[in-house]
């Protein structure tokens, strides 16, 4: 986020801490790959590989009207470090670190070294079937002979692998998953997003953090036919360059005490101009944004704000945030876009309040969200000529890290999961703030 040239309801709370994942328990069938099988990481790839040709059998006639081709020229395991090298991979640098599908060769590798055992320990042990539904995702090209620069490819593999996520959310494989296992799913593919600044058309793009969870959605709720529909252009990608030199230096990331100044004036200058046009009637700038010490925090209409870390006071017409370990934490996990949007979500909250909105908790948190998604569509739109702020590259993946990342236990059931919460951000940048208020909301 950088400057412009002029430089919840009462219980709603955000609470840091990472979701509980359930583990997923290789199963048969299993695949048979070259590397070490006994290999932890290697068995849940191998029970992938299996899944994912069952998976690719079954709707690969029914997407493109041909018969499927198994993946035949096998899949490699490999650990870097000592070799042997997988078909297509000249040195070890070009499995390091790395997982790729090789159609001169029709075969997956994997680094089984580094990339898949680190993400696991972060993410998780479905990350690992995700990685390598994202590599058939380009078996599936191969096999279609579908043509596009770098990103489109990556994207519309992105949005196999969303494809068949949902399939195993259905009950339809091996695997078992819960929400939090796609959560971390998706948290990892923010991590395996370009560097902010990349060029869509460089020839290694793989998209930014919001394409590729934007694709993974798409394909999650329609399936791969709506993957098929892929072209260059079409989703467009958000790749954006960085300003000027500063902006470069910085990251793209504003400091924490401007962003708390910023903010705030920025969304009520939005709902300023929104409120009207969604209710008919005038917006009232809200009391104030206030942080407080946790140690020694606010009252809320005469109630107790205790272990709330950030909360919209509906009788006292204020935002509140934990401004001693909470908010700042998140400013140094997720960057200045995360600090704004998690404002933003309790502006939404005020918006609804102020409406009458009287929905059950978890439908009034993913409204907030997606009302959050509308705000971040007009500071990247540029569209309000009285905006103090604009969007710097990685800030929507910033915005992602905000929703996906930052919950507390029992945070799930009152605000939706992560992946809800994503999706709903989505509905509002995507498609504005009157797609915010739509009744099935809650159940995407």
Known sequence: MCVAATLALAATACGAGSQSTTTTTPAAPTA????????????????????????????????????????????????????????????AADIAGNAFYCPTADVVAWDAEGLLPNLRKKYGDFVIPVVLAHEWGHA?????????????????????????????????????VSAGDIDQALAGFLSLRDEPGTDKTDAS????????????????????????????????????????????????????????????VDLEDYWHALYPELTGKPWHSLRQVQGFDPRNPPACGGSPTKGYSLFYCVPDDYIGYDGVDAMPQFY?????????????????????????????NKTASLRADCFAGGWSASVL????????IRMSPGDLDKALTAL????????????????????????GLLNGANACTTPDLATK
């Open 332 to 360: 140094t996990d997720g960057g200045d876009f995360a600090v704004a949007t998690l404002l933003a979500t309790q502006y939404g909250f005020a918006a609804e309040s102020r409406a009458g909105d009287n929905t059950d």
């Open 205 to 264: 793009a793989h998209g930014s953090g919001f394409d590729r969870v934007n694709s993974f959605q798409t394909g999650f709720d329609g399936g791969p036919t709506a993957c098929k529909a892929y072209k260059d252009g079409d989703p467009a990608v958000i790749e954006l360059p960085f300003r000027s030199a500063q902006d470069a230096a910085d990251g793209g990331n504003a400091p924490y005490e401007q962003v708390l100044s910023l903010a705030p």
């Open 381 to 388: 739109l540029e569209n309000r000529p009285t905006s103090t």
């Open 32 to 91: 048979t790959i070259h590397g070490d099988a006994a290999d932890p990481v290697n068995k849940i790839a191998a029970q992938a590989v299996a899944d994912l040709q069952r998976y690719w059998a079954d709707q690969f006639p029914k997407v493109y009207g041909g018969d499927y081709k198994p993946v035949t020229g096998g899949f490699y395991a490999v650990r870097p470090s000592t070799g042997p090298l997988p078909p297509c991979a000249a040195a």
């Open 140 to 176: 599936i090209q191969a096999r279609a002979q579908f043509s596009g620069i770098t990103v489109t490819k990556e994207i519309q593999a992105d949005c196999f692998a969303g494809a068949w996520v949902a399939d195993v959310a259905a009950g339809h494989s091996s695997f078992t």
């Open 404 to 427: 996906l990342v930052f919950h507390g236990d029992g945070d799930a059931d009152r605000q939706g999961t992560g992946y809800q919460r994503v999706e709903a951000f989505r509905t």
